[in-house]
């Protein structure tokens, strides 16, 4: 079944697998770390894909920010090369420990060079440029894909 998702999205998930997968409309409530996802976000037009990720401090991938929102921590995908893709649905899809900011820092080609010289050191010098937060009320259209053969 293929309700709702994309076409660049699809086509990726036919070199993942031969053997299907299903797609489940769902909110925000029912994710967790290692969930392959597509949604809309806010006022953008198009569909985005991504895994949810969880942090040292929000196992869940989802916390409060100081200002009161809830936030999702969420890698997207749809920008990556296929293999890069396919390798972080590898190692992260249905696997909440591995399903980290940390975990996708150690994959090379998602870490560009820093350009310039940071003010402070941080845990980790170098920014994801795929990992976002997102505010779960700008979140819509959630669709939960799971691969029956991975999750068994």
């Known amino acids: 079944m293929n309700r709702g998702l994309s076409a660049d999205l699809r086509n990726e998930l036919k070199e993942f697998t031969s053997e299907g997968y299903m797609v489940v409309e769902t909110s925000y409530i029912g994710l967790r770390p290692g969930d392959l996802i597509e949604f809309s976000y806010g006022y953008a037009r198009g569909r985005r894909y991504g895994i949810v990720l969880k942090t040292d401090n929000h196992f869940n991938g989802i916390f409060l920010s100081r200002l009161g929102n809830s936030l999702y921590n969420v890698l997207t995908c749809e920008s990556l090369d296929e293999g890069i893709f396919l390798s972080l649905l590898n190692r992260m899809y249905g696997n909440e420990f591995k399903a980290t900011y940390a975990e996708a820092y150690s994959i090379a080609p998602l870490n560009p060079p820093a350009k310039r010289k940071m003010k402070r050191q941080s845990k980790y ?25 991975k999750d068994t």
């Not at 010098?125 to 053969?149: A, E, H």
């Open 125 to 149: 010098p170098r920014s994801v440029r795929d990992f976002r937060t997102l505010n779960i009320s700008g979140l819509s259209d959630i669709f939960k894909i799971t691969f029956p053969s």
